[in-house]
């Protein structure tokens, strides 16, 4: 290989790195559209690799080619999600002291309560075993808004850690994620 197409080759790589084709990105979109609209009808937990292929109509190899698993293309589409927000009003360029969209983000729950749902029922798991964990000490009002609140948090975490290259260990992770519950951060 010579010289020019070598480097031919690493700017056709770093392009497609920039821009993924636009096959990948309708594969991508149809299979994420797919698990969003199958959350929105039943538990996550309930939901099937073979009902994300069948509703985007994906082959099984193709879904794999992407993912390694649906809580994968779960953790992706929430990644891309919160990207989506956290750059909103940089993206347009907003003039204004808003550090965050929360009018847009508030319109699309709104919009998506369905998947709002969803999301929240992580927060259930997390006021149940508040309440076992510290028993009588919380008043049912307070167990209800911080194990909201924590749950939001975790989604936060989760996507620091994703967006630092998942450096730390998942039980690292689970450790920090306590001492700050527990140290009164969250």
């Excluded at 690799?49 to 293309?73: C, I, M, N, P, W």
């Excluded at 369905?114 to 009588?136: F, M, P, Q, S, T």
């Excluded at 630092?164 to 140290?183: C, I, N, Q, T, Y």
Aim: glycine share 6%; proline share 2%.
């Amino acid at each position: 290989m010579s010289k020019n197409e070598g480097s031919s080759l690493i700017k056709r790589d770093a392009t497609q790195r920039r821009n993924p084709d636009r096959r990948i990105l309708r594969t991508r979109n149809r299979l994420g559209n797919a698990l969003i609209a199958l959350i929105q009808e039943k538990p996550i937990d309930e939901v099937t690799v073979q009902e994300v292929l069948d509703r985007a109509s994906v082959g099984r190899s193709t879904f794999y080619l992407h993912y390694r698993d649906k809580d994968d293309l779960f953790l992706s589409e929430l990644e891309e999600g919160l990207e989506m927000w956290t750059t909103t009003l940089s993206r347009k360029r907003e003039n204004s002291r808003r550090v965050a969209p929360v009018a847009e983000f508030f319109a699309h729950v709104a919009d998506a309560k369905k998947l709002y749902r969803a999301l929240v029922d992580c927060g259930r798991g997390i006021a149940r075993r508040l309440k076992e964990v510290a028993g009588a000490s919380l008043v049912q009002r307070e167990v209800d808004a911080r194990s909201r609140a924590l749950a939001g948090n975790l989604l936060s975490l989760l996507k620091w850690w994703l967006d630092r290259g998942a450096k730390e260990s998942p039980h690292a992770m689970d450790e920090l994620f306590h001492r700050m519950v527990w140290k009164g951060v969250l």
